[in-house]
C-alpha cells in the first residue's frame, strides 16, 4: 500500500488549500482519512472518507469549513480546506486501512501512512 500526499504551502489566513492523496494497493473496502500534528503535539483527526459508500466524518474543527471527496477512478482523495486559521498550521498527514472509518475519530491509528504535507496559515 501506498500513500502519495501534495498540496500543502503557505496560506493567508482566510485562504483555502486543497491537500490530495493518491491511495494504491487498495482495491476493496477502505478507508483514507486525514490527521494533523505539529511538534511536541498529540495527533488530531481530521476527516475521513470510506470507499465503499463514501460516507464522510469531520472533526468538530473541520465541520463546515474542510470537505472531503474522493475520485474512484484516480483512486485519489482530495480535502478542500476554506477559512483556514492560524491554528490550521500543521504538518497533515494522509492514512488508509482497510475497512471502514474508526468511529473514535483517531485516524492517526489508522496503519498506513503517507510523507506528511505542511501547512502553514500566516500573513
Known amino acids: 500500500v501506498q500513500l502519495q500526499a501534495s498540496g500543502g504551502g503557505l496560506v493567508q489566513p482566510g485562504g483555502s488549500l486543497t491537500l490530495s492523496c493518491a491511495v494504491s494497493?487498495?482495491?476493496?473496502?477502505?478507508?483514507v482519512g486525514w490527521f494533523r500534528q505539529l511538534p511536541g503535539k498529540e495527533r488530531e483527526g481530521v476527516s475521513c472518507?470510506?470507499?465503499?459508500?463514501?460516507?464522510?466524518y469531520y472533526s468538530a474543527s473541520a465541520k463546515g469549513r474542510f470537505t472531503i471527496s474522493r475520485d474512484n477512478a484516480k483512486n485519489t482523495v482530495y480535502l478542500r480546506m476554506s477559512s483556514l486559521k492560524p491554528e490550521d498550521t500543521a504538518v497533515y498527514y494522509c492514512?488508509?486501512?482497510?475497512?471502514?472509518?474508526?468511529?473514535?475519530?483517531?485516524?492517526?491509528?489508522?496503519?498506513?501512512w503517507g510523507k506528511g504535507t505542511l501547512v502553514t496559515v500566516s500573513s
Open positions: 494497493g487498495f482495491t476493496l473496502d477502505y478507508a
Open positions: 492514512v488508509t486501512d482497510h475497512g471502514s472509518c474508526p468511529k473514535n475519530g483517531n485516524y492517526g491509528m489508522m496503519d498506513y
Open positions: 472518507i470510506n470507499s465503499r459508500d463514501g460516507s464522510t
